[in-house]
Every structure is written in C-alpha cells, then in structure tokens.
T-cell receptor, first 115, second 115 residues
Framework: AQSVTQPDIHITVSEGASLELRCNYSYGATPYLFWYVQSPGQGLQLLLKYFSGDTLVQGIKGFEAEFKRSQSSFNLRKPSVHWSDAAEYFCAVGAGYSSASKIIFGSGTRLSIRP | DTGVSQDPRHKITKRGQNVTFRCDPISEHNRLYWYRQTLGQGPEFLTYFQNEAQLEKSRLLSDRFSAERPKGSFSTLEIQRTEQGDSAMYLC?????????????FGAGTRLSVL
C-alpha cells in the first residue's frame, strides 16, 4: 500500500537560513508527488508537484523539491526562509493510476522560524 | 473562480446528534474529494466523486457517514449519531479530473467538535 513518511515532526530554523524537509514514500510505480502547506485556520495550499520529467521541480514561494527514485524521497528545500514560512508542511503521494486519484498524506512537519 | 468553499467553518454538537457539512467545488471541476484531518496528523481520504457518482469510499467511512453529490456540483457530508471520535477537521477538495496533470484544490475545512 502507498504510504508517506515525514520523519521530522517539528523543525526550527533561523530566519534567512536554508531549509530541507524530508519525505520518503512507498509506491510501486512512478508516483505523483506533492508538497502542500497549511497555515493555522487555512486550507491546504499546493507548493509544488512532481508528475514526470525533470526530477528537480520548482514551486511557489521559492520552494523546490527533488525526486530521487533510488531513495524513494521527495525532499523539500528553500535556500532562505522567511518568518512567513512558519506553517505545517505535508508531503503526499497520489494513490492510484492517475493524478486524479486520491492523495495519501504524510503526518506533516511543523516549521517554526527563529527571529 | 472563488475557490473551494466549505460551510460551516465550525460546528459544535452534542454526542448523538446528526450534522451535515456542505462543500462547493470550483466551478466546472468534476471531481470532488472529502478528507478528514485530526490534530497533529495529515489529512486522510474519506471518499470521492466524479460528477454525481461516488467512485471510492475509505474504510474510515463507517455506516454513520454518508456523502452525496446529487447534481454533480456541491456535495454534502452527513454524520449521524456523532461520537467524540468524530471530532476533526473535514476538508473538501476538487479537481478538473481530466487526467494528465490533475491538481486537487482544498477548501479551508469544517472543524467539528463533538461534546
């Protein structure tokens, strides 16, 4: 069965520092991969997605992620975080034959920013 | 395009009461999804529709839960005889669902508290 593991429950980084959030997935075929962000009281906003092609994908707000099939990973990175990046981040995998199928989410990583 | 709209935003009910939530998807989106998110966890898939047809239901969707999308536009999720364990955020998402690069857009959710 498909699954997503986010090993870091909570990460604190200083404003201006670089960020990497880890994500490992379990899926037999080529996965559809997503990173979503959720701020308090807000819905989930898509940061970026990987469907096929270039394994380094660019997203909104300066985020990027790299798909590594050999490591079953899809880590999220940002070179310099801003205080407004504090939120909950969810990695997810599309669980089906198409990108229109349901999504399986990880348990999330809460990001705090140190002034 | 006003995004995915959910109503109400918050619902407090007593155990044993029935509750109904509504989701209005982005217009012309033919797929509609329901997820449930408990505190500290990622969203979990409940069910999804393509137009008015309910195509998949999770085992999480007990017989106390029922979802409808009668005209292929808005959807309702009803919980009968609510239990304290039903307390969660209920998220709705919609997508164009035509294959290819399908993206699910999420609403802000309905937070249910069962006393």
């Amino acid at each position: 069965a498909q699954s997503v593991t986010q090993p870091d429950i909570h990460i604190t980084v200083s404003e201006g520092a670089s960020l990497e959030l880890r994500c490992n997935y379990s899926y037999g075929a080529t996965p559809y991969l997503f990173w979503y962000v959720q701020s308090p009281g807000q819905g989930l906003q898509l940061l970026l997605k990987y469907f096929s092609g270039d394994t380094l994908v660019q997203g909104i707000k300066g985020f990027e992620a790299e798909f590594k099939r050999s490591q079953s990973s899809f880590n999220l990175r940002k070179p310099s975080v801003h205080w407004s990046d504090a939120a909950e981040y969810f990695c997810a995998v599309g669980a089906g034959y198409s990108s229109a199928s349901k999504i399986i989410f990880g348990s999330g990583t809460r990001l705090s920013i140190r002034p | 395009d006003t995004g995915v709209s959910q109503d109400p935003r918050h619902k407090i009910t007593k155990r044993g009461q029935n509750v109904t939530f509504r989701c209005d998807p982005i217009s012309e989106h033919n797929r509609l999804y329901w997820y449930r998110q408990t505190l500290g966890q990622g969203p979990e898939f409940l069910t999804y529709f393509q137009n008015e047809a309910q195509l998949e239901k999770s085992r999480l969707l007990s017989d106390r839960f029922s979802a409808e999308r009668p005209k292929g536009s808005f959807s309702t999720l009803e919980i009968q005889r609510t239990e304290q364990g039903d307390s969660a955020m209920y998220l709705c998402a919609s997508s164009l669902g035509t294959g290819g690069q399908n993206i699910q857009y999420f609403g802000a959710g309905t937070r249910l508290s069962v006393l």
